[in-house]
C-alpha cells in the first residue's frame, strides 16, 4: 500500500518568513495531493490539493508543489502569520475506484512567533 | 455547507466494555471513512465504507469493526476496549467533488 513520509515534525518560524514542508510517497499510482491544516482543538480541514497532471498550484499565500519523477511534493506558506500556527497533513491517494481513501503523513507543527 | 456529526465529544470506558462510536453525515455520500490520530502518528485510517452494508479494511483494522446500516450513518465498534485505544477518533465523508474529506469534530475516547 501507499506510504507517505513527512519532513520535518516540528517547524518554528518567525512571522514574516517562509515555511516549507515536505512529503514523499511510495506508490507511483498515486494521482491526488491534498494538504490539511488542523487548528489545535479543531478538526482537519483542506487548505489546498493538487493532482498529478499540475506541477504547481497557488492559492494567495500558500502554494504547493509536485515532482512525480520523484515522488515528492511540498507546501509553501509565505509571509507567515501567527494564524498560520497548526499542525499541516500532507496526503496521497489514487483516486481511481470507488475508495478515495487517503494515506496521510504523521504531520507537521507549525508554529509562527510574533 | 457539509455536516458531520459524530455522537460524542468525550468518551470514558472500561477495559473490556464494548464501545459504540456513531458519525452522520448530511451530504448523501456513498463514502465514508474512520481514522484514529495519535501524537507524532497522524491520521490512520481504520475502516471505510463506499455504501451500505459495504465496507473495507484500513491500515489498522485489528480490535475494530464498522456498520453501515443507513447511508447517513457510520458507526466504529470497539468489541472489547483496550487501552491502546486510548485516542482521537475521527470520522470523515466526501463532498460532491469526490475528492475532498469532510471531517467530524472527533471522540476523544479513554479506556481505562
Known amino acids: 500500500g501507499e506510504n507517505v513520509e513527512q519532513h520535518p515534525s516540528t517547524l518554528s518560524v518567525q512571522e514574516g518568513d517562509s515555511a516549507v514542508i515536505k512529503c514523499t510517497y511510495s506508490?507511483?499510482?498515486?494521482?491526488?495531493f491534498p494538504w490539511y491544516k488542523q487548528e489545535l482543538g479543531k478538526r482537519p480541514q483542506l487548505i489546498i490539493d493538487?493532482?498529478?497532471?499540475?506541477g504547481e498550484k497557488k492559492d494567495q499565500r500558500i502554494a504547493v508543489t509536485l515532482n512525480k519523477t520523484a515522488k515528492h511534493f511540498s507546501l509553501h506558506i509565505t509571509e507567515t502569520q501567527p494564524e498560520d500556527s497548526a499542525v499541516y497533513f500532507c496526503?496521497?491517494?489514487?483516486?481511481?475506484?470507488?475508495?478515495?481513501?487517503?494515506?496521510f503523513g504523521k504531520g507537521t507543527l507549525l508554529t509562527v512567533n510574533p | 455547507d457539509v455536516k458531520v456529526t459524530q455522537s460524542s465529544r468525550y468518551l470514558v470506558k472500561r477495559t473490556g466494555e464494548k464501545v459504540f462510536l456513531e458519525c452522520v453525515q448530511d451530504?448523501?455520500?456513498?463514502?465514508m471513512f474512520w481514522y484514529r490520530q495519535d501524537p507524532g502518528l497522524g491520521l490512520r485510517l481504520i475502516y471505510f465504507?463506499?455504501?451500505?452494508?459495504?465496507?473495507e479494511k484500513g491500515d489498522i483494522p485489528e480490535g475494530y469493526s464498522v456498520s453501515r446500516e443507513k447511508k447517513e450513518r457510520f458507526s466504529l465498534i470497539l468489541e472489547s476496549a483496550s487501552t491502546n485505544q486510548t485516542s482521537m477518533y475521527l470520522c470523515?465523508?466526501?463532498?460532491?467533488?469526490?475528492?475532498?474529506?469532510?471531517f467530524g469534530p472527533g471522540t476523544r475516547l479513554t479506556v481505562t
Open positions: 496526503a496521497a491517494s489514487n483516486s481511481g475506484g470507488s475508495n478515495y481513501k487517503l494515506t
Open positions: 506508490d507511483s499510482a498515486s494521482n491526488y
Open positions: 493538487i493532482r498529478s497532471n499540475v
Open positions: 451530504m448523501d455520500h456513498e463514502n
Open positions: 465504507s463506499y455504501d451500505v452494508k459495504m465496507k
Open positions: 470523515a465523508t466526501l463532498g460532491q467533488g469526490y475528492y475532498e474529506q469532510y
